[in-house]
């Protein structure tokens, strides 16, 4: 397995809503990572897991609440959003090592939509 | 903060013509690791090419290769033979030894048949 899943595929969510974002991957990865990223824009980070610990966290409002129940999940949980932060969430994941020149593998991402 | 910039929006090539995508960066690490991803409207991120600042050589996959002048802080990536499959949105990234990835405004490569 050399994927990244990421649930659901599209969500629209009101602002009053809680909902959760998915990721798994089975490739023994210990590093994982939120990202976000609007229209024409780049990925900007979120979160870095290491070892199910959070290790970044890129001042993100705590409206974003991430959590990692093991080395193979991500979960970014969800509550009282707002429109502006209707984006594409990427999970990604990589190896961990002394020397990082591993790149990530990213899931298809969860198009997110706050109405 | 190390910061990563891509100075060409948007760039086109004829199908079976070579293209150069440019990127620098700034950094004061002196260890660290570079990145080509292409994100086609699938909205996958998909790694094409790495490299290591430490490596001396340029890196190569099949079509794909970089130029990367550590000095210059530069690293762009040449397509060769370009494909139709080619055309997406590519992103140059720079790794640091803390384990964070950080992308440039990227550019959309467009490939005329």
């Known amino acids: 397995d050399t994927e990244v899943t990421q649930t659901p595929k599209h969500l629209v969510m009101g602002m009053t809503n809680k909902k959760s974002l998915k990721c798994e991957q089975h490739m023994g990865h210990r590093a994982m990572y939120w990202y976000k990223q609007k229209a024409k824009k780049p990925p900007e980070l979120m979160f870095v897991?290491?070892?199910?610990?959070?290790?970044i966290n890129e001042s993100v409002p705590s409206r974003f609440s991430p959590e990692c129940p093991n080395s193979s999940l991500l979960n970014l949980h969800l509550h009282a959003l707002q429109p502006e932060d209707s984006a594409l969430y990427l999970c990604?994941?990589?190896?961990?090592?002394?020397?990082?020149?591993?790149?990530?593998?990213f899931g298809s991402g969860t198009r997110l939509t706050v109405v | 903060a190390q910061t990563v910039t891509q100075s060409q929006p948007e760039m086109s090539v004829q199908e079976a013509e070579t293209v150069t995508l440019s990127c620098t960066y700034d950094?004061?690490?002196?260890?660290?690791?570079l990145f080509w991803y292409k994100q086609p409207p699938s909205r996958q991120m998909i790694l094409v090419i790495r490299?290591?600042?430490?490596?001396?050589q340029n890196a190569t996959e099949n079509r794909f290769s970089v130029n990367f002048q550590k000095a210059a802080k530069s690293f762009s990536l040449k397509i060769s033979d370009s494909q139709l499959g080619d055309a997406a949105m590519y992103f140059c990234a720079y790794r640091s030894q803390n384990n964070d990835m950080r992308f440039g405004a990227g550019t959309r490569l467009t490939v005329k048949p």
């Open positions: 897991y290491s070892y199910e610990k959070l290790s």
């Open positions: 490299q290591e600042a430490y490596k001396q």
């Open positions: 990604a994941s990589s190896q961990e090592g002394r020397r990082p020149n591993y790149g990530y593998t």
């Open positions: 950094t004061s690490e002196s260890d660290y690791y």
